[in-house]
């Protein structure tokens, strides 16, 4: 028996690109010794990819398509190709040949020899400028603030185990940050290198507010950072107050200084502001207790047990 590969493939008004990209997969598929079967996941596009999707899917039956009633964004154009997919092991990527088919093999390849994940990482990007600076600042931003610790440029290029996409199924958060849950789940991985070519035909779909908002969701499921920075300001308002109340009472002591009433109300106010933060934080930490419990992600995830019937249902 082959082996399966489900490909998963978002498509926002890609139609200059469906049909060359359907060709490269069949003529890759030619050659090696596996079954595949492509989710076309149409986001609502408004060009004419889903005629040409439909064009496609009516001569070849492992062709599915999957289409929404609008635009409802990359990553839940991916959850759901990653929900309908049967296959052994399931590959996602862009409609844009910018991750790149020819790669497919090496991710299958390092698959087969005992990785449940394998990342895309591109490790040279032939993007605007612009892109290439806030791409790199925010993966940054993104290894230092959150609790995932794979390095570098990675995307949705990736290949997962039938095993991971079931885990990934079975989670109850609903706005899934990809990027973020899957290497969450600590898997075995491997990576594979590429040098990310530029988009030729059609302009990226990731307007600037899209890509804001992309970046937040990655940052807010996955860090507690931002909700910390009040007790950072609250600590640092407290302490300087601190030292203005000692110049004060130094000058008024030793110096004869007189101070008026409203000038010690004005340092006791900013000390008081700093107070404030400290709450602000505190209350934030509640709320990010809520949130935490809100998602209900598994308390961990289990590989492999022995001499013990497992209980999927269990915390996990
Ligand atoms: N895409 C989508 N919905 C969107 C935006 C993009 O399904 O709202 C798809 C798009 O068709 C492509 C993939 O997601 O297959 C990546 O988009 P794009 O190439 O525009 O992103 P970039 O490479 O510029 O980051
Ligand atoms: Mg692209």
Redesign the pocket.
């Given at each position: 028996m082959k082996k399966l590969i489900s490909i998963v493939?978002?498509?926002?008004?890609?139609a200059e690109n469906i049909e060359a990209l359907y060709d490269e997969i069949l003529s890759i598929f030619t050659k090696i010794n596996y079954n595949y079967e492509i989710f076309f996941?149409n986001?609502g596009s408004n060009d004419n990819s889903l005629s040409i999707l439909e064009m496609i899917a009516n001569k070849d039956k492992n062709v599915k398509v999957i289409s929404f009633t609008r635009?409802f964004?990359?990553q839940a154009?991916l959850s759901a190709g990653l929900y309908y997919a049967n296959g052994d092991a399931v590959l996602t990527m862009?409609?844009?040949f910018?991750d790149p088919p020819s790669l497919i093999p090496e991710f299958i390849d390092k698959w087969e020899k005992g990785a449940k994940i394998v990342y895309g990482r591109r490790i040279q990007r032939n993007?605007s400028f612009f892109?290439k600076v806030t791409a790199s600042v925010y993966y940054s931003l993104l290894y230092v603030a959150g609790d995932i610790k794979i390095k570098g440029n990675i995307?949705d290029f990736r290949l997962i185990d039938k095993v991971v996409v079931e885990k990934l199924n079975n989670i109850k958060e609903r706005n899934k940050y990809l990027r973020g849950i899957i290497p969450w789940f600590g898997y075995k991985y491997e990576i594979v290198d590429y040098i990310r070519p530029k988009?030729i035909k059609g302009?990226?779909?990731?307007s600037w507010l899209?890509m804001a908002r992309f970046a937040m969701i990655g940052i807010l499921n996955f860090s507690l950072l931002p909700i910390r920075l009040g007790l950072f300001v609250g600590i640092f308002i407290c302490s300087t107050g601190f030292l203005f109340f000692l110049y004060l009472i130094y000058r008024s002591l030793f110096d004869n200084q007189f101070y008026k009433l409203l000038e010690w109300l004005a340092v006791f106010n900013y000390v008081l502001i700093g107070i404030l933060f400290i709450f602000i934080w505190i209350i934030s930490e509640y709320i990010g207790k809520i949130y935490d419990e809100v998602r209900q992600r598994p308390l961990y995830v289990i590989d492999k047990v022995l001499n013990i019937k497992i209980n999927e249902n269990s915390h996990a």
């Amino acid at each position: 028996m082959k082996k399966l590969i489900s490909i998963v493939i978002p498509v926002y008004n890609e139609a200059e690109n469906i049909e060359a990209l359907y060709d490269e997969i069949l003529s890759i598929f030619t050659k090696i010794n596996y079954n595949y079967e492509i989710f076309f996941v149409n986001d609502g596009s408004n060009d004419n990819s889903l005629s040409i999707l439909e064009m496609i899917a009516n001569k070849d039956k492992n062709v599915k398509v999957i289409s929404f009633t609008r635009n409802f964004g990359h990553q839940a154009a991916l959850s759901a190709g990653l929900y309908y997919a049967n296959g052994d092991a399931v590959l996602t990527m862009d409609c844009d040949f910018q991750d790149p088919p020819s790669l497919i093999p090496e991710f299958i390849d390092k698959w087969e020899k005992g990785a449940k994940i394998v990342y895309g990482r591109r490790i040279q990007r032939n993007d605007s400028f612009f892109k290439k600076v806030t791409a790199s600042v925010y993966y940054s931003l993104l290894y230092v603030a959150g609790d995932i610790k794979i390095k570098g440029n990675i995307g949705d290029f990736r290949l997962i185990d039938k095993v991971v996409v079931e885990k990934l199924n079975n989670i109850k958060e609903r706005n899934k940050y990809l990027r973020g849950i899957i290497p969450w789940f600590g898997y075995k991985y491997e990576i594979v290198d590429y040098i990310r070519p530029k988009r030729i035909k059609g302009s990226t779909k990731f307007s600037w507010l899209k890509m804001a908002r992309f970046a937040m969701i990655g940052i807010l499921n996955f860090s507690l950072l931002p909700i910390r920075l009040g007790l950072f300001v609250g600590i640092f308002i407290c302490s300087t107050g601190f030292l203005f109340f000692l110049y004060l009472i130094y000058r008024s002591l030793f110096d004869n200084q007189f101070y008026k009433l409203l000038e010690w109300l004005a340092v006791f106010n900013y000390v008081l502001i700093g107070i404030l933060f400290i709450f602000i934080w505190i209350i934030s930490e509640y709320i990010g207790k809520i949130y935490d419990e809100v998602r209900q992600r598994p308390l961990y995830v289990i590989d492999k047990v022995l001499n013990i019937k497992i209980n999927e249902n269990s915390h996990a």
